[in-house]
């Protein structure tokens, strides 16, 4: 059997997260609930931001539930796209604004 670096999401994998903190799982399971739950913003648009910030936090199994979850609420391709791009920008963005600390090191930096 091949071995990957993620395993497949498995029903015997849910029921072992379900015994051993099965409180925890109802919890974690009724904020989701709520927090993907029509209001503000609609169901579609709150994908649309879980599909970016699972690129962002790189979780494979958020980027394929979220994907699945953005096209099940209407999302086209395109925006789901879209979601992506500005996920990488804001990535990108944070890098790049980082640099002050470089910057400030540098400028305040004794060279030999």
Known sequence: ME??????STR??????????PR???????FGKAVFAEGALSEKTKQLIAVA?????????CIRGHTAG????GATEEE?????WVAAEMRAGGAYAHSAL???VMSHATHA
Request: glycine content about 2%; some cysteine.
């Open 3 to 8: 071995q990957t670096l993620y395993p497949a």
């Open 12 to 21: 015997e994998i849910a029921g072992k997260r379900k015994q051993l903190a």
């Open 24 to 30: 925890q799982l109802e919890a974690f399971q009724a």
């Open 53 to 61: 910030v699972a690129h962002v936090t790189q979780c494979p199994y």
């Open 70 to 73: 953005a096209l099940k609420r």
């Open 80 to 84: 789901i796209m879209e979601a992506i």
């Open 102 to 104: 470089a910057i400030d």
